[in-house]
């Protein structure tokens, strides 16, 4: 069992920042690649984001490429995710994931974190 608690969501202006964190216990955190994902009110969870299991390979969103970025620190068992240039259309709970690859597919990660709302106002 891997178990993921998320933190760092909060209220923020358009054109601001957030850094979410991902923390990660159980089994051995650097054998899962790890997943950001979100869901809006009244739509599908999307995928925002992944990270390889050694972090060397990263994959994201169209919607948030060049604005977010994905890092681990396998030392500290964690998962990060910088939001930079947020818009109003970022609002969503994010949640973090764990599974064996770095891929977009929610089918993938046999591991959720309880999610963490990001709001951002315009």
């Known amino acids: 069992q891997v178990q993921l608690v998320e933190s760092g969501g909060g209220l923020v202006q358009a054109g601001g920042s957030l850094r979410l964190s991902c923390a990660a216990s159980?089994?051995?955190?650097?054998?899962?690649?790890m997943g950001w994902f979100r869901q809006a009110p009244g739509k599908e969870r999307e995928f925002v984001a992944a990270?390889?299991?050694?972090?060397?390979?990263?994959d994201y969103a169209d919607s948030v490429k060049g604005r977010f970025l994905i890092s681990r620190g396998n030392a500290k068992n964690t998962v990060y995710l910088q939001m930079n240039s947020l818009k109003p259309e970022d609002t969503a709970v994010y949640y973090c994931?764990?599974?064996?690859?770095?891929?977009?597919?929610?089918?993938?990660?046999?591991?959720w974190g309880q999610g963490t709302q990001v709001t951002v106002s315009s």
């Open positions: 994931a764990a599974g064996p690859l770095a891929v977009a597919a929610s089918a993938n990660y046999g591991y």
């Open positions: 159980g089994r051995t955190f650097s054998n899962y690649a």
């Open positions: 990270i390889s299991r050694s972090g060397g390979s990263t």
